[in-house]
């Protein structure tokens, strides 16, 4: 089986593949003080929670925006799973060009998403045989709000990066010392009648509007037609308030890695 790895800011996600099968799907809160012998144990204990162990993964792939805990994380796999991880990185054959200057400036979950999505989704919106392939715009609600647009072709083209939903009410607390920390969770109504309705207004039908923005603007620079794909934390919770995305995919950045690992070690 195959251990892929995804590590961001917030949430480490990881998934074990049997072929193209997805066994099961875990989650961690990241940590950026992790050693290579902690991260080891919570592995194990997460894989053992779904009836799995180290001696069923066979190779491992792993995509990381938090530097400090990259080298833990192989060594642990390395030491106690026996396996040397594809870790993504400049080099890697990804089968997409990347026009973002510089190149390795791109955060690797930006180019694991866009090669899955690309993978998956880049087929007439209408399913109609023989058209050309579309373009794809990724949006991954995760620290950071990201839009990410891929070619046709593939090219990966670049993208936008804005304050993820939780970074702006965490701000808002902090500056704001009458205001009150509040959930992020779509009220009755727009217009607030209380404090905590008002910001939780403010919260979430601002990223709404700031989705139906930047997606405007971005499909307004393509001559091509794209399809929206959202991923990441809130992206079912924003996805039905929307036109202007087309579909969700909650294993996107599992699913590319799979891929990327299946390309280069086959």
């Given at each position: 089986?195959?251990?892929?790895?995804?590590?961001?800011?917030?949430?480490?996600?990881?998934?074990?593949?049997?072929?193209?099968?997805?066994?099961?799907?875990?989650?961690?809160?990241?940590?950026?003080?992790?050693t290579r012998d902690e991260f080891a144990i919570k592995?194990?204990?997460?894989?053992?929670?779904?009836?799995?162990?180290?001696?069923?993964?066979?190779?491992?792939?792993?995509?990381?925006?938090?530097?400090?805990?990259?080298?833990?994380?192989?060594?642990?796999?390395?030491?106690?799973?026996?396996?040397?991880?594809?870790?993504?990185?400049?080099?890697?054959?990804?089968?997409?060009?990347?026009?973002?200057?510089?190149?390795?400036?791109?955060?690797?979950?930006?180019?694991?998403?866009?090669?899955?999505?690309?993978?998956?989704?880049?087929?007439?919106?209408?399913?109609?045989?023989?058209?050309?392939?579309?373009?794809?715009?990724?949006?991954?609600?995760?620290?950071?709000?990201?839009?990410?647009?891929?070619?046709?072709?593939?090219?990966?083209?670049?993208?936008?990066?804005?304050?993820?939903?939780?970074?702006?009410?965490?701000?808002?607390?902090?500056?704001?010392?009458?205001?009150?920390?509040?959930?992020?969770?779509?009220?009755?109504?727009?217009?607030?009648?209380?404090?905590?309705?008002?910001?939780?207004?403010?919260?979430?039908y601002g990223y709404v509007g700031l989705v139906e923005?930047?997606?405007?603007?971005?499909?307004?620079?393509?001559?091509?037609?794209?399809?929206?794909?959202?991923?990441?934390?809130?992206?079912?919770?924003?996805?039905?308030?929307?036109?202007?995305?087309?579909?969700?995919?909650?294993?996107?950045?599992?699913?590319?890695?799979?891929?990327?690992?299946?390309?280069?070690?086959?």
């Open positions: 089986m195959l251990l892929a790895v995804d590590v961001g800011n917030s949430n480490t996600s990881i998934g074990v593949f049997e072929g193209d099968r997805m066994c099961c799907e875990l989650r961690l809160a990241t940590h950026r003080d992790w592995l194990e204990r997460a894989l053992a929670l779904q009836g799995l162990c180290f001696e069923g993964i066979h190779d491992g792939v792993l995509a990381s925006v938090v530097p400090p805990v990259t080298e833990p994380i192989v060594a642990a796999l390395a030491r106690y799973v026996g396996v040397e991880a594809l870790v993504v990185g400049p080099g890697l054959d990804t089968g997409m060009p990347v026009l973002y200057e510089p190149p390795r400036d791109v955060g690797a979950d930006r180019i694991v998403a866009a090669i899955a999505a690309h993978e998956r989704y880049a087929t007439p919106a209408d399913g109609s045989a023989g058209a050309a392939t579309v373009g794809i715009i990724i949006v991954d609600f995760g620290t950071a709000t990201t839009f990410d647009v891929v070619s046709p072709t593939p090219e990966y083209l670049g993208g936008v990066i804005s304050p993820g939903v939780g970074i702006s009410a965490d701000a808002l607390f902090k500056r704001a010392a009458k205001l009150p920390r509040v959930d992020v969770a779509k009220p009755a109504a727009v217009i607030g009648r209380n404090t905590v309705t008002a910001i939780q207004s403010g919260l979430f923005g930047m997606l405007g603007r971005i499909r307004g620079e393509l001559p091509w037609t794209a399809r929206v794909v959202a991923t990441g934390g809130l992206a079912r919770k924003i996805a039905p308030e929307t036109a202007a995305i087309d579909v969700v995919d909650d294993n996107l950045m599992l699913d590319g890695l799979r891929l990327l690992h299946r390309r280069n070690r086959g």
